[in-house]
């Protein structure tokens, strides 16, 4: 092969990469102008790998991210429709149905799904189980891909998998071509025309976040690997179960994505279009990952306590010139209660739950449609009448507008003014949303310039943890 070939890199669970193969080889998908096995990888990486991006879909035990017809059609060409329609009827992903206000979500299946249709494919087929990588061979050959069967498994992981402990992993080299580059390439080279085409600061950040993010990638993948045993011993369902594999592959792609980010083409450095925040596989990153970043032991972490309720006050901010006398104490009350740092404290106090059950109510205050969740909304309706109303006036049409009008104001306030402020000091952050992970010596010059502009635009120094 040419050795100045590129190469798109996967990193993709055993069980989903067989079904994709041994579909292609039962049912191949009929006048292609790509390969079905190329599309299908794309289309899993994508799923994988940006699915902890919905963290209020945490719940779910499946990965899965939102793409509509125009994403799709711009990514994989007209021919998109063909593709996923393939990979949906044949189950190697699934989806659900596009309704109002919310676009359709595409999913990877659960793991015993995956077994399932691996035995059935292999029954179909009369292909012995032993004999699974020839056939991956055969395609492999047809589409020059390398690929490799890796196990990273650590002490106490049983790697021929008896307890359904899923730690195998294809390594997956893709030759990229003049067709296929828009969609193996496309993200990084999007963000490219972004950092190039940004503000001065952002394009700084830029800059230095593609050239000087790295990992202790073995140290990172044992840490997943040990977390991930633990959760599983710790399960008490198969629902738990799957839970924990989700989470240890979200870290594992995470750590991949970041592992010769720049090589592969899969650091990420984008603003949202929707919310202005600026996304990067940092910001997508477990924070018990954060360690493992080449240099972390010298560098401060920044954040802003209880960051959302905390900006909600800029927005109620806007209702005190005509507020009554009750709305107004219980607006100082809330501002009071939130910049202190306490928010999370406060409700563990009106609802009797620990610190983590508490965020989840609050989420559920915050982000779920108004007719969702009523008995634990009047609890916090009972203690915040009016300031619940204002909330609930926002969600009115769309239930995600609260949620996307704190992040525009955490964006603003983060990535336009302390961001901006910052590299104008010489001091280039790498963003986690509402925290800043910046070199320890230039931790109070940074504290200061964030204290200093959250003061101007709340009012009051709320509390910054530093760590």
């Not at 007209?78 to 999913?107: P, S």
């Not at 198969?238 to 970041?258: C, L, M």
């Not at 000091?425 to 504290?447: A, F, K, Q, R």
């Amino acid at each position: 092969m040419n050795k100045y070939t590129k190469y798109r890199s996967f990193l993709l669970p055993k069980e989903v990469v067989e079904v994709l193969f041994l579909t292609a080889h039962h049912i191949p998908l009929k006048d292609n102008k790509e390969s079905e096995i190329i599309v299908g990888l794309a289309v899993i990486n994508d799923i994988l790998s940006k699915s902890n991006q919905n963290r209020n879909l945490e719940d779910y035990p499946f990965h899965c991210i939102p793409m509509d017809s125009r994403f799709l059609k711009t990514k994989y060409g007209n021919d998109y429709n063909n593709y996923m329609t393939w990979l949906i009827i044949h189950n190697v992903i699934w989806h659900d149905f596009y309704f109002e206000g919310r676009t359709t979500h595409y999913y990877l299946q659960s793991n015993e799904t995956y077994l399932s249709k691996i035995n059935f494919l292999c029954r179909e087929n009369d292909i012995p189980a032993e004999s699974i990588g020839a056939v991956i061979d055969t395609y492999c050959l047809r589409d020059k891909i390398e690929i490799s069967l890796e196990s990273l498994a650590v002490d106490g992981i049983d790697a021929n998998q008896k307890n359904r402990i899923f730690n195998l992993w294809y390594k997956i080299k893709v030759p990229i071509t003049k067709t296929n580059k828009k969609f193996l390439t496309k993200d990084y080279e999007s963000d490219s025309s972004y950092i190039n085409n940004a503000p001065k600061h952002i394009k700084k950040m830029g800059s230095h976040y593609r050239k000087g993010l790295t990992i202790q990638y073995e140290e990172a993948i044992e840490h997943s690997e040990q977390r991930y045993l633990k959760e599983l011993s710790e399960a008490k369902n198969d629902k738990d179960k799957g839970s924990a594999f989700k989470r240890y592959s979200s870290r594992i792609s995470s750590v991949n994505a970041i592992h010769n980010g720049s090589l592969n083409k899969t650091l990420r450095f984008k603003r949202n279009d929707t919310n202005k925040r600026l996304d990067t596989n940092l910001t997508n990153m477990a924070s018990d990952l954060r360690p493992f970043i080449v240099g972390y032991e010298n560098m401060s972490y920044l954040d802003l306590s209880n960051s959302q309720p905390v900006l909600f006050n800029i927005l109620l901010q806007s209702h005190r010139k005509k507020a009554s006398e009750a709305l107004l104490k219980e607006i100082d009350n809330y501002f009071s209660i939130t910049t202190s740092g306490k928010w999370y404290e406060w409700l563990q106090g009106l609802y009797g739950l620990t610190r983590n059950e508490c965020k989840e109510i609050w989420m559920k205050i915050a982000y779920s449609k108004n007719s969702h969740n009523t008995e634990i909304k009047n609890v916090f309706r009972k203690e915040f009448p009016l300031v619940y109303s204002i909330i609930a006036e926002i969600k009115k049409e769309k239930h995600a507008n609260f949620a996307i009008e704190l992040q525009k104001i955490e964006s603003k306030i983060f990535i336009d003014e302390i961001c901006k402020e910052l590299v104008n000091n010489s001091i280039i952050p790498y963003t986690m949303h509402d925290g800043l992970l910046v070199p320890s010596e230039h931790e109070m010059v940074t504290l200061n310039i964030m204290q200093s502009i959250l003061k101007e635009r709340l009012g009051a120094v709320p509390l910054i943890k530093v760590e």
